[in-house]
């Protein structure tokens, strides 16, 4: 294999991750500009010249935020950290957390059995069951519909984990606190704790 070969093959496993105008953090060596920035490929004389030969880019130049340019040219891989944009970081987690499933499942039970007041809160039925309380949701509500009903509900958040051909939830958005999350419910457990009304 000719040194050229390889230079092309090493080139092309190290070719541009990022897209044109993706936001990063700079920590390379100028640090001038270090923090919030965007990239573009590197337009240098040497980077110009490979492309041309067919050889991939494998160096940025640094743009600001704004798209302009800073002077700063053929930064490695190493020397920016990419930024996820606000719908990468909400929809990041696959995942739901316990907090936010039991969220989505107050939500169905008020969309299913309206006027009936349920409280939705995660830990175990019982307070002395310690663990794992953190994955588990307990449901309790008086009166209105029986605890089948409430299961037909609840029951299709339960995960099933081992094997792959299992049933697993389907994802769902909700919005805890303000911010929007996108994942699988996530609940070890959800307990039913029913009164009913004399």
Request: aromatic share 6%.
């Amino acid at each position: 294999m000719t040194s050229a070969t390889t230079r092309r093959l090493g080139a092309a496993y190290l070719a541009l991750r990022l897209t044109p105008g993706a936001a990063v953090r700079y920590i390379g060596t100028a640090t001038r500009v270090h923090g919030p920035a965007t990239v573009q490929p590197c337009s240098c004389g040497n980077c110009a010249a490979d492309v041309l030969l067919g050889i991939p880019a494998t160096r940025y130049e640094l743009h600001t935020v704004d798209g302009q340019p800073t002077g700063v040219t053929h930064v490695r891989h190493t020397s920016v950290i990419p930024e996820p944009t606000a719908d990468e970081r909400m929809h990041a987690a696959i995942g739901l957390s316990t907090k936010a499933t039991a969220v989505y499942l107050r939500q169905l039970l008020r969309a299913a059995f309206p006027g009936v007041k349920f409280s939705v809160r995660c830990g175990p039925k019982r307070a002395k069951e310690r663990y794992p309380e953190r994955y588990e949701i307990t449901v309790t509500w008086s009166g209105g519909p029986n605890r089948t009903a409430v299961a037909t509900v609840a029951a299709p958040l339960l995960a099933q984990y081992g094997d792959p051909e299992q049933c697993r939830p389907a994802w769902v958005a909700v919005t805890v606190d303000g911010r929007r999350h996108y994942g699988q419910p996530s609940a070890l457990a959800i307990h039913l704790n029913h009164t009913p009304v004399a």
